[in-house]
């Protein structure tokens, strides 16, 4: 991995760790951040030794979202990487195939809301802050209104879209908003272990539920039954389910 300046880029055996890293910024995003996550996170879903990816923030804040001071650089900076336009969460969906966890350790506002409800399962310090800023600025929302609805339901979702409000860690935990609210100290080690656990599940498998879940989210029942044929059929070929019986019956650990 190259070195990066807008986020920290480390891995511990089979878990990457993406921090953002603009703490006197609140680690809000700006053209350099979105080019730098590019890059690691393709380098992540090729490298097969990676199973299994947390993000998170330095210092207090998770991300405050765009850097407002530099909007407009994707567009004037032509070295940039094509298709970076799109905010960081759509990139997040299109790129990484492996399980993402949110290690939301405190303010997330604006995109970084968005990127925050982007990851896969998010588990929160009991510090955060989940900000909705878009309708205080006249602006319409960038990707809450895809989330929402189906993370919490349509009726809360509406409610707090127009609100415009700011939901804390438990709030967010009674909306089924993050799976888990842990003491501030021990984010880092909850989702680290979280992480750990999940790098020992076959990684293709992992990698076609999370294909079928959100596939499924725009399909009806029928098609989705079909796309999950798919995908067994894939996952079959893969010879990751002959592992796992054989591991099964000779009462061992799967090599994956």
């Given at each position: 991995m190259a070195d990066y300046e807008d986020i920290v880029w480390e891995t511990d055996g089979p878990v990457a760790i993406c921090r953002?890293?603009?703490?006197?910024?609140?680690?809000?995003?700006?053209?350099?951040?979105?080019?730098?996550?590019?890059?690691?996170?393709?380098?992540?879903?090729?490298?097969?030794?990676?199973?299994?990816?947390?993000?998170?923030?330095?210092?207090?804040?998770?991300?405050?979202?765009?850097?407002?001071?530099h909007?407009?650089?994707?567009?004037?900076?032509?070295?940039?990487?094509?298709?970076?336009?799109?905010?960081?969460?759509?990139?997040?969906?299109s790129i990484v195939e492996k399980p993402v966890i949110g290690a939301i350790n405190g303010a997330c506002a604006g995109m970084g809301y968005v990127l925050a409800l982007a990851c896969d399962?998010?588990?929160?310090?009991?510090?955060?802050?989940?900000?909705?800023?878009?309708l205080r600025r006249a602006l319409v929302t960038s990707g809450e209104t895809w989330y929402l609805p189906r993370l919490i339901g349509l009726g809360e979702a509406i409610y707090h879209?127009?609100?415009?409000?700011?939901?804390?860690?438990?709030?967010?935990?009674?909306?089924?908003?993050?799976?888990?609210?842990?003491?501030h100290d021990q984010l880092m080690d909850e989702a680290m272990k979280f992480a750990q656990e999940l790098a020992t599940?076959?990684?293709?498998a992992m990698k076609y539920a999370k294909k079928a879940i959100y596939k499924g989210l725009n399909?009806?029942?029928?098609?989705?039954?079909?796309?999950?044929?798919y995908t067994r059929a894939a996952n079959l070929n893969s010879g990751e389910a002959a592992e796992g019986f054989r591991a099964f019956r000779e009462k061992r650990a799967p090599n994956w």
């Open positions: 953002l890293n603009r703490p006197e910024k609140l680690n809000a995003m700006r053209s350099q951040t979105t080019q730098e996550m590019y890059d690691a996170w393709r380098g992540f879903n090729a490298d097969k030794s990676l199973k299994v990816m947390i993000i998170t923030g330095t210092g207090r804040g998770f991300t405050s979202g765009a850097d407002v001071t909007m407009g650089e994707a567009q004037e900076d032509p070295g940039a990487t094509p298709g970076l336009a799109s905010p960081a969460p759509r990139m997040l969906k399962i998010r588990i929160a310090s009991n510090q955060a802050l989940f900000h909705h800023v878009y879209i127009f609100a415009a409000d700011t939901i804390d860690a438990d709030e967010a935990l009674r909306l089924h908003l993050v799976s888990r609210v842990v003491p599940r076959p990684p293709n399909l009806n029942l029928e098609d989705a039954m079909e796309y999950v044929g």
